[in-house]
């Protein structure tokens, strides 16, 4: 929760290769206590703040003294929020499971805002036992956003009924007014040593920049209801910490708004005073994070059950590009290691995209992402005649292309099982 003294977010270009979706195994969840639910033990002569149901936190001491395994920054104010079991919460979801949830700014731009910097928030996970170097992890975690989440927490900094905003009351939203925004940049940066709460961290990231290893960067628009993230890191260190959240500068994070009407809106607050301002905010809920070993299991367990298995394509490749990232590398090795393994299984790798853009040119670019994935094999020592490949262009959606979430889930490579 956002109060009036901040930090400045940051930061960094770094890899990132996301798979959905992710079958459930039965693997060791890593991260203690990533569903929020257990409590620190009352100490004697420690303050422990206790959440009250369907608030918002205003602090960040209630992170750091009864969320088991959490902690963060003492100038963040992320909002552990609990669900109310008996009456429920006006305007919170349901969480995803248990009555705990994390709330965290992942973008608010200094234009709009009080200070000289942008204001996200971000929360230190722990790990039961440390990682293990060379192995590879799959990393998940569920996030929430609506329309209306966003407003209601500016409403209970700045004033107001937050119900205003879940109405779409008009009174909610002047005199400057706020604007609900969905933004990218959902970024893991690992180590061996707890953070230091008391230091100024977006103030550290100007002269020593912490780069996340991992970082989600399209756009998550949930639409209202909750929806899974899951990425695949290799270790490089035997890491027992995680720090999650938005690292990098809000002029660079994707958000739900046009080029050009972004900036416009960049320079017209910069002139106005702070309370005739349209405050933009990506506020998200967070719920059930999970980091397990991967070792291809995800993959061949999904081509034996469900007899596919998706690669999303925008993570896959740049921007309409049909090169494979460098970061594609592990699981394609995966990939290639559970067909050499299962040398019955006949595989077609299919491109597929969303319908942005002419027909001619999507149908092209799929096909020429599905053969990069079947070359990719093919120098792995797949043998042709246990794989192909297919471009169907815009032609075979999973999903509605109306909203940038289901566009994600249309632009994919899905190897499906053929007889």
Known sequence: MLRSFFPSPFLASVFLFAIFPAPQIFSQNLVINGGFERQIPQQAGVL?????????????????????????YDTHTPDLLVWDTLA?????????????????????????????????????????????????????????????????????????????AQKGSKSAYKPGGFRATFCGNFGFHFSENKIQTREEFMQSQVDFPVRPQINHEGIVETSGEWHQITLTFKASQPYKYFLFGNFFFDAVTKINMGDEERMQLDIKNQELQFWAKTKRIAYYLFDDFSIVEDNGTAIELSLLKEKKYTFQSALLFDTGKSDLKPEAETALQQLAEVLQKNTLLKVEVGGHTDNVGDDASNQLLSEKRAQSVFNALITRGIPASQVSWKGYGESSPVATNDSDTNRQKNRRVECRVVD
């Open 88 to 164: 429920g919460c006006p305007f919170f979801p349901k969480p995803h499971t248990g009555k705990h949830m994390m709330g965290l700014i992942m973008y608010h731009p200094f234009q709009d805002g009080q200070f000289a910097f942008d204001y996200h928030e971000l929360v230190q996970g722990s790990l039961a036992k440390p990682l293990e170097k060379g192995k590879t992890y799959r990393i998940s975690f569920w996030a929430y956003t609506n329309d209306s989440l966003g407003p209601q927490h500016l409403m209970t900094v700045f004033g107001g009924n937050p119900l205003d």
């Open 48 to 72: 422990q703040v206790v959440p009250k149901p369907c608030q918002f936190a205003g602090n960040s001491h209630v992170v750091n003294s009864s969320v088991l395994g959490w902690r963060t």
